[in-house]
């Protein structure tokens, strides 16, 4: 039995170098689609469960699909969430994702408020006015970089939606600070200055001064009507006995902007990658999404909810997207007891990490885990998650922004099948770090049909 500041743990795996553990080995740069090597190399060593040390914390790693099921089941009982004090530090003390039970479900349901299905069905047209605008724009500027393209056209609908930003009429840059962010959000945390996490962290700062200073603007300047979802916030900070207070609410709107645009983004870039490298796919998509304007009495009327939801190739060709692109390399949790499963022994107070990118890729579950294929879908459960697919992660904290995403992707999907052609000029080579990038970015070139 092996022993970690006095506690009992599985003895597979490797606590790597002082301080340091392996955090150097986590952090490496590779350009594979498979199973990244750092988790590769110790499930061929020591499993599918093993234990590692990131910056100087004592770590589970799971790519156990029963494991990672059983965390996501025993939220709040046996495990709760937990980030890496460098992410705390990032996205902030009080984000959502490092707050628990009540505090989190109230939290939630105030998201929910923003991207329920109700609000979903009234931002359809908006969504697909700003996709159509954009890819009409893009076809004159060619070629473009499209996941700064996506980006800039996701962060703007987004920012409109929170805080009525507009980046035209704004006299600061909003997008330049998450940009900044980004760039050093999955990097060695050395606050160094020139270093990319000493950006990221200065990136958050001057985006949480913008955030406040909107703030307190429309705190001293009311609306008499709600407008976006800051009017919300500000009426629950100003309810009597309310749990929220200003941190907190800042946090929020700083986790919600990066969230819906940066992992969208990714999603969409990737999408496209996968329909010009599998023609077959874009020519099953392009037909589902021409018959939904044959089906109509008005060709050009828009696009309805009835429309969206009947989008069955999509939602697979949108899984399988998500499955491949594995934008999120880990989920964080932390034990709460000292927990047995399968013989392991996971102590109280140890970090786990579930491994995404193990469970998606796993060849017993996907035949060809690495082929690009959304017919393996067609008598799957298109929502939601389950123990061999968690995209959008499981459990209680399932992301409440799925529905949004999905939207956001297929509203895209249908404006650029039904009237463009477009082919890769440059670039689109996949790095990650352990999270998805475009180093050289993606280069494509739009025209309509």
């Not at 060695?188 to 703030?215: D, H, I, S």
């Not at 207070?245 to 969208?264: N, Y």
């Not at 390399?329 to 193990?358: E, H, N």
């Not at 992707?409 to 099948?417: E, Q, R």
Request: hydrophobic share 40%.
């Amino acid at each position: 039995m092996a022993f970690w500041d006095g506690a009992p743990c599985l003895e597979e795996g490797s606590m790597g170098l002082p301080l340091l553990g392996e955090t150097l080995q986590f952090f490496a740069p590779n350009t594979s689609s498979d199973i990244p090597p750092f988790i590769r190399k110790r499930m061929d060593r020591y499993g599918p469960i093993f234990r590692t040390s990131l910056v100087g914390r004592p770590l589970i790693v799971s790519t156990d699909p029963d494991l990672n099921y059983f965390i996501f089941q025993q939220e709040g009982q046996l495990f709760q969430s937990w980030y890496p004090d460098t992410f705390t530090e990032i996205f902030g003390r009080q984000n959502v994702g490092s707050l628990h039970g009540f505090m989190y479900k109230y939290l939630k349901n105030m998201v929910l408020h923003l991207f329920g299905p109700e609000s979903l069905k009234k931002m359809i047209p908006e969504v697909e006015a700003v996709a159509t605008r954009r890819l009409k724009q893009w076809s004159s500027h060619n070629p473009v970089e499209l996941k700064d393209k996506t980006a800039s056209m996701i962060f703007d609908l987004t920012a409109k939606k929170l805080i009525s930003y507009d980046s035209e009429s704004s006299s600061e840059n909003l997008r330049d600070n998450f940009v900044a962010f980004i760039q050093g959000l999955i990097s060695f945390p050395l606050n160094v200055p020139g270093t990319a996490y000493n950006k990221c962290l200065q990136g958050r700062k001057k985006a949480m001064r913008m955030l406040k200073n909107m703030l307190q603007e429309r705190r001293a300047n009311p609306r008499k009507q709600r407008i976006d979802f800051f009017d919300f916030v500000l009426e629950e900070l100003e309810k009597d006995g309310t749990l929220l207070t200003e941190e907190i609410a800042l946090d929020l709107m700083f986790v919600l902007l990066f969230a819906s645009f940066e992992t969208t983004s990714l999603a969409i870039t990737a999408a496209i990658k996968f329909l010009l490298n599998n023609p077959h796919v874009l020519e099953e998509l392009t037909a589902e999404h021409e018959g939904i304007l044959k089906r109509r009495e008005i060709s050009d009327s828009g696009l309805t909810w009835g429309e969206y939801k009947s989008m069955t190739f999509t939602f697979q060709f949108i899984n399988e997207t998500v499955r491949l692109a594995n934008i999120v390399p880990g989920i964080f949790r932390k034990a709460l007891k000292d927990i047995q499963f399968k013989g392991y022994t996971i102590p109280s107070g140890w970090a786990v990490m579930v491994c995404p990118p193990a469970v998606h890729l796993n060849p017993e579950k996907y035949v060809d885990p690495l082929a690009f294929n959304p017919w393996r879908w067609e008598k799957s459960e298109l929502n939601g998650a389950s123990k061999h697919f968690m995209a959008f992660g499981g459990g209680m904290r399932f992301c409440v922004g799925t529905d949004f995403t999905k939207v956001q992707m297929a509203v895209f999907l249908h404006c650029l099948v039904t009237k463009y052609r477009f082919k890769a000029i440059k670039g689109g080579n996949i790095v990650r770090t352990p999270g998805l990038q475009f180093p050289d970015g993606f280069h494509v070139q739009i025209m309509e049909k």
